[in-house]
């Protein structure tokens, strides 16, 4: 019994012993294999340069391109050709993206953005380029065509190199907005531009650069055709399948001779909510371009709209088209007719200028708008 009873205070009295000892063992070997591990990682830094490695891969990220922008100002710089490979989507998804500091960290003049919707030649291009002379680097331009067209401005003119990647567009449909879309997508892209108007091969401008200048810059409101048709033309090419998103109550109409501000066009660009709508419940007899950019407008910020135009455009001759004016059209009264009768808002208070373009003038009005220029328009 003592024997056993011995032995069982051996085996209770050695046990605490043993394990401490094991466990010392274990720990000795551990702090070896520590130091070791130390010691030769601190060896490989040193000989084999570890650390060397990472940063010598850092300078292969910087561009080693001189072509590449390595300051503001030339990030900056409008682009002198206005010609890109961007998708649609990717345009438009470029075109959305907003600095969120408001401060601008240099000086920024506010640009106009000229946007020129046609099918091929700029024939007035011209009387335009008289018009630009008065411009002082306060305008940038821009031209959608059909793709097909090539144009051959001289690098003299301000047209040169301002024709933007284009598709074929068609009145009263879809693309036609797609078309709209795509020119302040592209002049989005230059971020000194704070208006933008959208003018035609047909359009003249009716006052000197400076003028128009101010008054776009100087408006609290942006220059969207948009008045509530009760008729069939308005109202009655409204459909019910455009719930929620546009009510009847919403709906609009307006020349599609808009002049926005950058946030507007902003607007424009980035919508992706009342687009499908527009494009499924709106096709002809509903003509999306006279709805879809005022109706659009009027819901998410009618309160910066003027509610019209600033193109003048003749529709006493009644029929589906306005009137189109030519050379021998081009008198002193007719442009007293221009000028006279007006009676708008501007700012909220009443203003004799109302109108800042005009439209159509075909081709062979060019050389009669060349002379009465100096007197009428002011250039
Ligand atoms: C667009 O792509 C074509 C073919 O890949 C190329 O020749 C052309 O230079 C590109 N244009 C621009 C403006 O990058
Ligand atoms: C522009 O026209 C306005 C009024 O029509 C005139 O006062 C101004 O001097 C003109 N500016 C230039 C630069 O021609
Ligand atoms: C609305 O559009 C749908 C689908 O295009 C069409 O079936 C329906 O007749 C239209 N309703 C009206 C009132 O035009
Ligand atoms: C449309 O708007 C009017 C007034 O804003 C409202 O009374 C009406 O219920 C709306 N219609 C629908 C179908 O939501
Ligand atoms: C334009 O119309 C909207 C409503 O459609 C209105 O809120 C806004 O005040 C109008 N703009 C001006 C300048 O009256």
New binding site residues.
């Given amino acids: 019994m003592e024997d056993g009873k011995d032995s069982n205070v051996l085996t209770r009295t050695n046990q605490p012993r043993v394990l401490p000892q094991r466990l010392l063992h274990l720990l000795v070997l551990f702090l070896v294999l520590c130091v070791t591990f130390s010691v030769v990682s601190i060896y490989t830094i040193r000989y084999f340069g570890v650390y060397n490695a990472v940063t010598t891969i850092r300078p292969r990220l910087i561009p080693c391109n001189s072509d590449e922008v390595r300051n503001l100002d030339e990030w900056m710089k409008s682009q002198s050709n206005v010609m890109h490979n961007l998708s649609d989507n990717e345009l438009f998804w470029r075109a959305s993206s907003v600095p969120r500091i408001k401060r601008y960290p240099f000086k920024r003049v506010p640009k106009i953005a000229f946007m020129f919707l046609t099918k091929g030649p700029l024939p007035l291009s011209p009387l335009w380029e008289r018009f630009f002379k008065g411009g002082d680097g306060r305008y940038s331009i821009y031209v959608h065509s059909l793709p097909s067209f090539r144009d051959d401005f001289s690098p003299s003119s301000v047209f040169y190199k301002r024709q933007i990647p284009s598709k074929v567009s068609e009145w009263g449909k879809m693309s036609m907005c797609d078309a709209e879309r795509r020119l302040l997508a592209n002049a989005l892209l230059d971020i000194s531009n704070e208006r933008f108007v959208l003018l035609s091969e047909s359009c003249i401008p009716l006052y000197n650069f400076t003028t128009i200048y101010n008054y776009m810059t100087r408006s609290k409101y942006s220059f969207m055709g948009a008045f509530d048709d009760p008729g069939p033309h308005g109202r009655g090419r409204y ?3 455009m719930l929620p998103e546009v009510n009847i109550t919403d709906w609009r109409k307006g020349s599609q001779w808009f002049e926005v501000n950058r946030q507007l066009a902003l607007s424009l660009v980035e919508d992706t909510k009342f687009y499908p709508k527009f494009a ?2 709106c ?1 002809p007899p509903c003509y999306v371009d006279e709805h879809y950019f005022p109706t659009m407008l009027t819901i998410q910020a009618g309160n910066m709209l003027a509610n019209r135009s600033v193109t003048w455009v003749d529709w006493s001759r009644g029929g589906a088209h306005p009137a189109t004016f030519g050379g021998a059209d081009i008198t002193e009264e007719f442009m007293k007719r221009v000028y006279e009768g007006n009676n708008c808002l501007y700012n909220d208070e009443p203003s004799s200028i109302c109108s800042l373009f005009a439209r159509k003038f075909s081709p062979n009005a060019l050389e009669a708008l060349f002379l009465i220029a100096p007197k009428f328009l002011g250039f």
Avoid: C, I, V
């Fill in positions: 459909n019910d399948s499924e419940f096709k």
